[in-house]
Every structure is written in C-alpha cells, then in structure tokens.
C-alpha cells in the first residue's frame, strides 16, 4: 500500500534530486545572477513558456519551482548550480533573506540543516515575545532565553526585562550562529 508524500516529503525529493546535466541547462535557460531571474532561451516541441519568458512559478512552500524535461527543480538550486558549476547534491542552498524568491547570487549559499535553520524567518504561534528563543515563564514570572545550537537547548538565562532578554538572545545569535543568523530583525 502507497502513501501520499507530504510536502515536506516532496521538498526534501526537490533539494536531493541529481540536476539535469549543466550544459543542458544552459542550452535551455538562461540565469540572471543580479536579478535571480530565469528565462527562456530555447523551447522544446509542445512546451508552454515562449522564447525570453521568465521560467518557473511558486510552488506551495513559497520557492520557485522550474519545469525541465517532466522534473520540478527548485531554482534556486539551479541557480546555484549554474553559477558555480556545482551540483549542490546533498547540501542546502540558502536563501540569507527573505523572500524565498529572491534568488539573485549573493543571496544564495551553502549550508547544512542545522545553518538552514537558523535563519528562519516564522516565529512559532504560541511566540508572545516576538523573538525566537525568548518566551514567557509564567511560574518564575520572567523571560527565559534559549537557543538551539546543534541540535541542542542552550539555557541562557531568565530576565525580568523582555528587551533585555532579546538583547541577550540577539547577542548569542551571533556568537553561535555567526554568518548564518537572522540579519533583518
């Protein structure tokens, strides 16, 4: 008996797929490395998109997804890919900031899943501090800091003062995750 694969699942099938052959890849699209953009430079008989149209559309997770030969690949992997000449394979391509769109070179780099992670953008709906790693201690009455630094929970400390709080999570954000952390908040 088959299961449906979540989409989870079917990111997870999208970022480990082998990509197509490089020079394939040239032959059909052609990548932007100052706007992320792809486009169109030859078409295959039966195929939708027209000469210079920009290629791909957002999949439900919120990345750009490109069709090529009967695949789905997330183009910023592509983008990686062309740019550099390397098959990411069992890497992450990151995006530094928000929006997952945003596919231009100098926002895309390698990472592992733990520097993936750190980054992240959405805060959990129970968040009352607006800060990840700072919540509410309703037994202590205080503000309890921690942070998650390879795959373990670095107790930092309770605070009376929520912007103090933050303070000291925004300080070992940097500390622990260096490059990788949050830059936009």
Known sequence: MGSTPTPATKQFN?????????EELREYLDYNPDTGIFTWKKIRPRQNPMLGQVAGSIHNEGYI?????????????????????????EKLVDHKDEPKTNNKINNLRLATVSQNGMNRANLASNNTS???GVSWNAKEKKWC?????????????LFTNKEEAIKVRKEAEIKYFGEFRRQDQ
């Open 14 to 22: 999208m970022r480990y797929k082998r990509l197509p052959p490089l």
């Open 65 to 89: 997804s490109i069709e090529f030969k009967g695949s789905a690949y997330l183009a910023h992997r592509l983008a990686y890919y062309m740019y550099y000449g390397i098959d990411p394979l």
């Open 130 to 132: 607006g800060c990840t």
């Open 145 to 157: 800091v921690q942070i998650n630094y390879n795959g373990l929970y670095k107790y930092l400390g």
